[in-house]
């Protein structure tokens, strides 16, 4: 069974038979997010499209940290049948887990996860390890409970329960709100229940200090995304609220940090007033001060990235080598990965290039794997590399050219127009 599925659930309030998505493996190199998602408890949810109702699945599975070398199993008490039964789904869960692995990455933790009965002492565990304190706990958890309340209460209600819980708003809180919102998104709910809480998520958004700080570093972060250049990204970092927006901004165009930006931000502190020079002249040392820490950081992970290239060259199975080190397989690695075929080309060395080229096969595959059947089909289209190779593809994926096939290459035409390509 794969790690991730699509069961038939029975809603218990209405008895609306839907279909929600369900995780067996949850592994943190994979998918990062995985971490967040069990931190706070909210895995394998279901939410009714009918009623709206809303819970956890009593379902198990495994949570795998492997830089930690770390397996939890999660085996509900409620899953029915004998002890025998469940022994047996736990050795389903821990096969499925090694068997995603390449054999050098099987090591012998893998074989005695630690089992949890309820998702509390699970969830409990998993905060241990990230250096998450009993105080921090329970402030999660005062702030679902909150949360829940506000939901169920009218809007007359809500001005007074947010000055009486404000301590209780912040990122964590909105990521809680954000993920929430993702989990209508995934039942295809849009009724009132989804639109209560939309309200509520808006409501936050601009009552709260928390959410006005996200609200302009979203705005600040967009703004410069819709309009990259040196002048719009000079204006960003000006107006961003807080060092965080700052960083993200130093992370998304430190491409344009070169003479020529420098040159703009110290015309903008000619002809302003004391306070106001003295703030730029600090934005810029700030953010020089980043590009330092981010280039550092670049150079550490493309030397991350070139062992990981390395492991996919010495396995004998690239493919679950590559499956297990998804979330590495990034726009670094693809440099890497380009380099090294260049190079070796330069020097001619096929037995090199074959091997670079066979990992290139398989990152390739997998990228294709996780993308909707229009875009692989277009992404084929454009390395074709003559009339009749791009006449069979198009022979052999006539259903899908339908009307969102060709909206999506006008879109892809106008981006590259836009950008020059």
């Known amino acids: 069974m794969p790690s991730r ?92 887990l090694m068997d995603s692995l390449p054999m050098e990455e099987r090591k012998g933790y893998l074989l005695q996860p630690e089992t949890f009965i309820s998702m509390e002492t699970l969830v409990k565990r998993v905060l241990e390890l990230e250096g998450v304190t009993d105080e921090d706990m329970a402030r999660s958890q005062q702030q679902r409970a909150f949360l829940n309340e506000f939901v169920s209460a009218s809007e007359d209600e809500w001005d007074h329960m947010l000055a009486e819980n404000a301590a209780l708003i912040d990122e964590a809180f909105f990521s809680m709100l954000q993920y929430t919102l993702q989990l209508f998104a995934m039942s295809g709910q849009e009724g009132a229940d989804f639109q209560t809480f939309r309200d509520v998520y808006e409501y936050f958004v601009e009552k709260s200090e928390i959410g006005q700080l996200l609200k302009k570093r979203s705005e600040a972060i967009s703004g410069f995304a819709e309009n990259p250049s040196r002048e719009s990204f000079l204006q960003a970092l000006i107006d961003a609220p807080d060092d965080e927006t700052i960083y993200v901004l130093v992370q998304s165009g430190i491409s344009l940090m070169d003479y020529a930006f420098f040159q703009r931000l110290v015309k903008r502190m000619e002809g302003v007033g004391p306070d106001e020079k003295e703030r730029l002249a600090e934005l810029r040392r700030q953010i020089l001060s980043i590009r330092e820490e ?96 791009a006449r069979q593809l198009l022979e052999q994926n006539q259903a899908l050219l339908r009307a969102p096939f060709f909206q999506m290459l006008e879109g892809l035409e106008e981006n590259s127009r836009q950008e020059g390509n």
């Open 5 to 96: 599925f699509y069961a038939n659930v029975n809603c218990p309030s209405c008895g609306t038979r839907f279909q929600t998505p369900v995780e067996q493996i949850l592994d943190v190199r994979v998918d990062p997010e995985v971490k967040s998602r069990v931190m706070s408890g909210m895995v394998n949810m279901s939410s009714c499209p009918a009623c709206g109702m809303a819970g956890p699945l009593n379902l198990p599975f495994i949570y795998h940290d492997p830089e930690k070398e770390i397996a939890l199993l999660y085996l509900p008490m409620g899953l029915g049948g004998s002890e025998v039964e469940r022994q047996k789904s736990a050795g389903v869960l821990t096969r499925q």
């Open 294 to 389: 981010i280039t550092q950081q670049g150079q550490e992970m493309i030397m991350t990235r070139a062992a990981l290239l390395e492991k996919l060259l010495n396995t004998e199975d690239p493919l679950k080598m590559a499956r297990s080190h998804l979330s590495e397989l990034d726009d670094t690695f693809s440099f890497v990965l380009r380099t090294e075929l260049e190079e070796a080309q330069r020097q001619g060395n096929q037995k090199s290039l074959e091997s670079l080229q066979r990992i290139a096969g398989v990152i390739n595959r997998i990228m294709e794997e996780n993308m909707p059947p229009e875009v692989v089909l277009a992404r084929r289209l454009l390395v074709t590399t003559s009339e009749e190779q």
